[in-house]
């Protein structure tokens, strides 16, 4: 069973990236086809990455998904086709077991950070657990809802930095909490694309910066994260989901061979 060993001490970060959901298996495909070959060459563990299903939406009328079972069978897919682990967020309880089934990383959206029994179903899958950082959350408060996971047996998890709230319609991200967060020993990984919303737009529809996308990952790198999380799409003016805050796939591969510059400065200094 994949575990957080198969990402510590390896050569390099490690990635999180993929879709904001699943749109289609072709897609799905293609995007791991892409990031997988990339990240083998450049020797950079990867988790691929894709929502099932997406609860947190700004309208009713926003797409939430192709359907449970079906996303999560093409998640499965990937993982079976390109021997890569994959991670989805969940929501609510029951989902946890159901997601479980499927993925190796659950992952607990940062809105939902502090529901104890939503960490508690996760931990008790023996999956990894990923929990965002809440945007309402000090750094040093997210240490409890990690204990959450670790007495409820599991070992296995890492907590994402995703930004703080700022006013009503803006996110920073503060690199003091990265360091403050790897104190608790697990791997702490700096959400790139999320960071950069804009959420709680007049239009309905979350805006974003995707231009610091470079920005605030190579501060991440230079900080101490341990991996990084992105949201790409071939085309994100087309994606269902997020797209205003997204990576063009395309410039992955760039965007990678600069972190590991910075990372490995890092390392000599």
Same mark, same amino acid.
């Not at 490690?14 to 990031?35: H, N, R, S, T, W």
């Not at 999320?194 to 995707?210: A, D, F, K, R």
């Not at 101490?224 to 997204?246: I, Q, R, V, W, Y």
């Given at each position: 069973?994949?575990?957080?060993?198969?990402?510590?001490?390896?050569?390099?970060?490690?990635?999180?990236?993929?879709?904001?959901?699943?749109?289609?298996?072709?897609?799905?495909?293609?995007?791991?086809?892409?990031?997988?070959?990339?990240? /083998?060459?450049l /020797?950079?563990?990867?988790?691929?990455?894709?929502?099932?299903?997406?609860?947190?939406?700004s309208?009713?009328?926003?797409?939430?998904?192709i359907?449970?079972?079906?996303?999560? $069978?093409?998640?499965? $897919? @990937?993982?079976?086709?390109?021997?890569?682990?994959? @991670?989805?967020?969940i929501?609510?309880? %029951?989902?946890?077991?159901?997601?479980a089934?499927? @993925?190796d990383?659950l992952?607990?959206?940062? #809105?939902?950070?502090?529901?104890?029994?939503?960490?508690? !179903?996760?931990?008790?899958?023996?999956?990894? +657990?990923?929990?965002?950082?809440?945007?309402?959350?000090?750094?040093?408060?997210?240490q409890f809802?990690v /204990?959450?996971?670790?007495? !409820?047996g599991?070992p296995?998890?890492? @907590?994402t930095?995703?930004?703080?709230? #700022?006013?009503?319609?803006?996110?920073?991200?503060?690199y003091?909490?990265?360091?403050?967060?790897?104190q608790?020993?697990?791997? +702490?990984v700096?959400?790139?694309?999320?960071?950069? %919303? %804009?959420?709680?737009?007049?239009?309905?529809?979350?805006?974003?910066?995707? *231009?610091?996308?470079?920005?605030?990952?190579?501060?991440?790198i230079?900080?101490?994260?341990?991996?990084l999380?992105l949201?790409?799409?071939p085309?994100p003016?087309?994606?269902?989901?997020?797209? *205003?805050n997204?990576?063009?796939? *395309?410039s992955?591969?760039?965007?990678? /061979?600069?972190?590991?510059r910075?990372?490995?400065? +890092?390392?000599?200094?």
């Amino acid at each position: 069973m994949f575990s957080i060993a198969d990402l510590k001490n390896k050569p390099r970060f490690f990635l999180l990236a993929g879709p904001c959901v699943i749109e289609g298996e072709k897609m799905a495909m293609d995007i791991a086809e892409q990031i997988t070959e990339i990240t /083998q060459r450049l /020797q950079i563990p990867y988790v691929f990455k894709g929502s099932y299903r997406k609860a947190n939406r700004s309208r009713l009328d926003s797409f939430t998904g192709i359907g449970d079972e079906k996303a999560l $069978k093409i998640l499965r $897919k @990937v993982h079976e086709t390109f021997g890569i682990p994959t @991670v989805t967020d969940i929501h609510e309880t %029951q989902e946890a077991q159901m997601a479980a089934e499927y @993925v190796d990383v659950l992952q607990i959206p940062a #809105f939902l950070c502090r529901q104890t029994d939503l960490l508690v !179903a996760a931990a008790k899958t023996g999956k990894v +657990v990923n929990i965002k950082k809440g945007q309402f959350l000090s750094p040093g408060a997210m240490q409890f809802a990690v /204990q959450k996971v670790l007495d !409820a047996g599991n070992p296995n998890v890492m @907590v994402t930095e995703r930004g703080t709230t #700022f006013g009503y319609t803006d996110l920073v991200v503060d690199y003091r909490g990265i360091p403050e967060m790897k104190q608790f020993g697990f791997p +702490v990984v700096m959400d790139a694309t999320h960071s950069l %919303q %804009q959420p709680n737009q007049t239009s309905g529809v979350t805006g974003g910066m995707p *231009a610091l996308i470079e920005t605030i990952a190579k501060a991440a790198i230079a900080v101490g994260a341990d991996g990084l999380f992105l949201e790409t799409h071939p085309n994100p003016a087309e994606a269902k989901s997020d797209g *205003a805050n997204m990576l063009p796939l *395309a410039s992955l591969e760039g965007l990678l /061979q600069k972190l590991i510059r910075v990372w490995e400065a +890092v390392q000599e200094s």
